[in-house]
């Protein structure tokens, strides 16, 4: 079944501003959809853009997280959620099974002209609400950090997760999780894993 909500969507007019209530529906993209290399393209694009402006200056110059072979995959195997605004795809969120007890979300993405309105947190929420039908008692996240240092971005997606139940757990060196994504690194990083109890 379908994830549905409203967001309220700010249009500039001339002489003032305009709330636009707008339909947002959420839901698991079926197997067969990884041969739509429309869709594809276009998640996949999203990802990229999105983690492009939070992740500057993590990578080599023309590195991307992710590829729409990697897309295909992980939608070929149940794991991905879009958002879609008048059936335009505008945003994803990776959900998977980790262990017995443990879910995990990665991959969230909003296009550019959505973001702010509250569909990151309501891709979480669906995510969330998923595993816990699946009677799965904790959810997960990797936060991809500077070794050293700080990065603007990532201490306000920090807060963010903190906000909304999240907490940091143990870091991992992306050495173990993704041995292929450290060749693409311009600086070195760990993962901080964050987790929240489901109800």
Known sequence: MPYSFLK????NRNKGVS?????????????NASTN???????????????????????????????????????SGGEIAVARSMEQIVGC???RRIDQETGEFGML????EHQGTGIGRELIRFAEQKCQKEHLHKMQLELLVPRKGSHPAKVILE??????????????????????????LAIPCKFVVFQKKLR
């Open 109 to 112: 993405a909003v296009d550019d």
């Open 8 to 11: 309220l969507h700010k249009l």
């Open 93 to 95: 969120v990776r959900v």
């Open 19 to 31: 709330l636009i209530k707008q339909s947002i529906e959420i839901q698991m993209l079926p197997c």
């Open 37 to 75: 290399i429309v869709d594809m393209e276009h998640i996949n694009n999203i990802v990229n853009r999105v983690y492009a402006a939070s992740e500057e200056s993590f990578w080599m110059h023309g590195a991307v997280r992710t590829t729409v072979a990697e897309m295909a995959e992980f939608t």
């Open 159 to 184: 807060n963010w997760y903190a906000r909304i139940g999240y907490h940091p757990v143990h870091t991992e060196t992306i050495d173990v999780s993704f041995p292929k994504l450290v060749q693409m």
